[in-house]
């Protein structure tokens, strides 16, 4: 160990020199040290003076309540969207459904459609399900169908981009508007909106929420070590964020979480990765065993949409 040089003092071996240790205590930083007591004259000096040796300790960290804390925000994250998704649908249900089979007779109208209505859903399985539901019905060819889980794909990137972006002032005004309105709203209209801006708002803080968790995890080398082992197992990340994405019915939250674990430098970039791209793969299966019938063109856009996530995760891997 070697002490932090003091004043003019330009030998760091305070022991080498003839210092003494004095006192062992702990600085500002809950980190021990020792206090020495050096003749500076030793090193070109004519006066004493005090030098701390401090020695590197990593803060404990209780992964138990670590692991409840990080469970509680991921649900008020997925109670957030749930809360967006349903206020949106009773609000504009009709209108987006409307919209979605008009913009289905032209592809690049369809693409657009698909990255608004999933930015309003947040959830591109929502939209996916509504797609499925026209090509089911012989409203939709397969082409434009496809456009449209495209656009939903582009907009849960979108999604995710903007809350990435330090919004966490945003979260009480939002939730207090929501509340006013949720409230005070004098119509249906107004009250489903409060919806959407409540769970704007729990949405963020919960983001926020995940990102203070995980802080403290990031000095804890042994959970670090054991997630380092995704990057090394990309097919494990991949199943991994699959199923989580599957389970959660929600690929936003799923890659908000793997995006707070990046940030806090929890996970490498490696497994960042492979999360991500499974997590894409996982809510391609959601439409796939919701679509119900013995009709194959019922089953024709999802499995078009699992086999254009699987080529995507394939690249991604190489």
């Known amino acids: ?13 305070f022991l080498a020199d003839g210092g003494r240790p004095v006192i062992l205590r702990r600085n500002a930083h809950q980190a021990p040290a020792v206090q020495f007591l050096c003749d500076r004259r030793l090193s070109g000096a004519s006066s004493y003076d005090f030098a701390l040796l401090q020695t590197e300790t990593l803060p404990d960290v209780d992964i138990t309540l670590t692991a409840l804390s990080l469970a509680g925000a991921v649900a008020l994250l997925l109670w957030g969207t749930h809360m967006v998704q349903t206020g949106m649908l009773r609000a504009f249900g009709p209108r987006l459904r409307a919209v979605l089979s008009k913009a289905l007779k032209n592809r690049l109208a369809a693409f657009a459609t698909g990255i608004g209505v999933t930015a309003l859903l947040q959830s591109s399985t929502a939209t996916g399900l509504m797609a499925t ?14 456009a449209i889980m495209l656009g939903a794909n582009v907009g849960t990137a979108l999604i995710v981009t903007l809350l990435s972006f330090n919004v966490a002032l945003l979260s009480p005004p939002l939730i207090l508007l929501g509340v006013l309105l949720f409230r005070r709203g004098g119509g249906a209209m107004l009250h489903d909106l409060g919806r959407v801006f409540i769970g704007l708002g729990l949405m963020i803080l919960a983001l926020h929420q995940m990102l203070t968790v995980l802080e403290p995890v990031e000095h804890a080398p042994r959970v670090v070590e054991m997630l380092a082992l995704l990057a090394g197992v990309p097919l494990l990340a991949i199943a991994l964020g699959a199923v989580a994405a599957w389970a959660t019915h929600s690929s936003v939250a799923v890659v908000l979480l793997v995006m707070s674990l990046a940030a806090s430098r929890v996970i490498p970039l490696e497994a960042a990765l492979m999360l991500v791209a499974g997590a894409n793969l996982g809510t391609a299966l959601n439409p796939l065993l919701e679509a119900t019938g013995d009709d194959p063109a019922v089953r024709r856009v999802p499995l078009a949409n699992l086999g254009n996530r699987l080529i995507g995760v394939g690249a991604a891997w190489l």
Do not use: E, K
């Open 1 to 13: 160990m070697r002490p932090a040089p003091v004043g003019g003092v330009r030998s760091p071996s």
């Open 133 to 146: 539901n026209f090509a089911a019905g012989g409203l939709v060819d397969l082409v434009p169908a496809m």
